[in-house]
């Protein structure tokens, strides 16, 4: 059974910066569309940023131009380079693979705290 599993969550001051990472335990990157999510407390989970199997990203307005998603498929590991952190940052962050439609993703990580206080 294939899992998801991020990493490199935690608790960082306001402008400062996380890596997060997202591993797979079989090769399932390899051709198709990696996400990243956040959900933070009473709100509805909003997408972050996708990357396809070329390469092409795409961010939420919210976090353009200070989140950076890649992929590397030999490693099974999908990231996501936050910098310039705010508060409002602050949220569960969870991956997914194998895009179906639309939110539909096939697999989901557990997720990974992170805190950024002010």
């Known amino acids: 059974q294939v899992q998801l599993v991020e990493s490199g969550g935690g608790l960082v001051q306001a402008g400062g910066s996380l890596r997060l990472a997202c591993a797979a335990s079989?090769?399932?990157?390899?051709?198709?569309?990696l996400g990243w999510y956040r959900q933070a407390p009473a709100k509805q989970r909003e997408l972050v940023a996708t990357?396809?199997?070329?390469?092409?990203?795409n961010y939420a307005d919210s976090v353009n131009g200070r989140f950076t998603i890649s992929r590397d498929n030999a490693k099974n590991t999908m990231y996501l380079q936050m910098n310039s952190l705010k508060p409002e940052d602050t949220a569960v962050y969870y991956c997914?693979?194998?895009?179906?439609?639309?939110?539909?993703?096939?697999?989901w990580g557990k997720g990974t705290q992170v805190t950024v206080s002010s």
């Open positions: 990357i396809t199997s070329g390469g092409t990203t």
């Open positions: 997914a693979a194998d895009r179906l439609v639309g939110i539909v993703w096939k697999y």
């Open positions: 079989g090769s399932i990157f390899s051709g198709r569309a």
